[in-house]
């Protein structure tokens, strides 16, 4: 999903949704909480890779938002390095000032500063990479599917079912099972 320096005008003219999805893939968030994080919530010095700070993570029955801190495995780390070293500042914001999302589409708000990229954005644009790079499977690739690809391969690899209970922000180790 990375991109490098010579795809920087298809990035800024089209795609610049699918940064979001190794999120999805690579850590296992929910897309809507992909779309809630801010630059802050970076946190590149914790542990061995960096952790995302889940602030709005999906809370259980309706119990409110659920905090966590999710690691920047599977080299998420390094793409979102790439994008907020590199693509960022082709937006003409500040990446640093504050309450800034991480992730961005190419809207602005009426005051200039760039805009919350949707759920939405974020699933059409892995529907249109899945069209155009994988054409048998263009209607079964959903950030879900991705979320699920990544529990597994998390399991395969020989992950702890808790831990992945943990990072997938599972109120109930049954619902990490199924």
Not at 40 to 55: N, S, Y
Request: proline share 6%.
């Amino acid at each position: 999903m990375a991109a490098g320096a010579d795809d920087l005008p298809e990035v800024r003219t089209g795609r610049t949704e699918l940064h979001g999805l190794p999120a999805d893939g690579d850590v296992g968030l929910r897309v809507n909480e992909v779309c809630k994080l801010d630059s802050p919530d970076v946190k590149w010095g914790l542990g061995r890779f960096g952790k995302l700070h889940v602030r709005l993570g999906k809370g259980a029955r309706g119990s409110g938002p659920r905090e966590r801190m999710v690691p920047l495995i599977n080299n998420a780390g390094a793409t979102l390095r790439w994008f907020v070293e590199d693509v960022w500042g082709q937006f003409g914001d500040d990446h640093t000032r504050p309450g800034v999302p991480l992730l961005l589409p190419e809207r602005k708000s009426a005051d200039g500063t760039i805009c919350r990229v949707g759920d939405e954005t974020l699933r059409s644009a892995l529907a249109r990479a899945a069209a155009t790079h994988l054409p048998d499977w263009p209607d079964i690739v959903t950030p879900h599917v991705l979320r699920h690809f990544c529990a597994s391969q998390l399991y395969a690899s020989g992950m702890d079912l808790i831990a992945i209970q943990e990072l997938l922000g599972h109120a109930w180790i049954s619902t990490t099972m199924r």
